[in-house]
C-alpha cells in the first residue's frame, strides 16, 4: 500500500483552525496572504528542506471551504486523539 505523503481539508475560520490544531496536536501553522488564497501551510513534525524528516510523516495544508465546492470531511480515529481534541475545543475550523 502507498503511504499518505500530504493532506489537505478545508477550514470555515482559520484563525480558529490553526488555533486548535496547534493546541490539539502540536502542530506549527503558517497562514499565506491573499496572493496564495489565505492558504494555511500545516507542519505536523520537524522538517528539513521543507519535506519531513521521519519517515511516514506527512505535512499539509488547509484552505478556504467555498460554498461552490465539494466539500470534503475526512475523518480519523486514533484514540487518544479525541481526548485532546475535545480538550482543545473540538471541531477544528468550524
Do not use: C
Request: aromatic share 10%.
Amino acid at each position: 500500500m502507498n503511504p499518505v505523503v500530504h493532506f489537505e481539508m478545508p477550514y470555515d475560520n482559520r484563525q480558529r483552525m490553526a488555533a486548535f490544531y496547534q493546541s490539539a496536536f502540536g502542530w506549527q501553522t503558517q497562514m499565506l496572504g491573499e496572493e496564495m488564497g489565505h492558504y494555511v501551510v500545516a507542519h505536523t513534525t520537524e522538517t528539513v528542506d521543507g519535506m519531513v524528516s521521519t519517515p511516514g510523516t506527512i505535512n499539509g495544508g488547509f484552505y478556504e471551504r467555498k460554498p461552490e465546492w465539494p466539500a470534503q470531511h475526512p475523518s480519523v480515529d486514533r484514540g487518544g486523539r479525541h481526548r485532546r481534541r475535545d480538550a482543545a475545543g473540538g471541531g477544528g475550523g468550524r
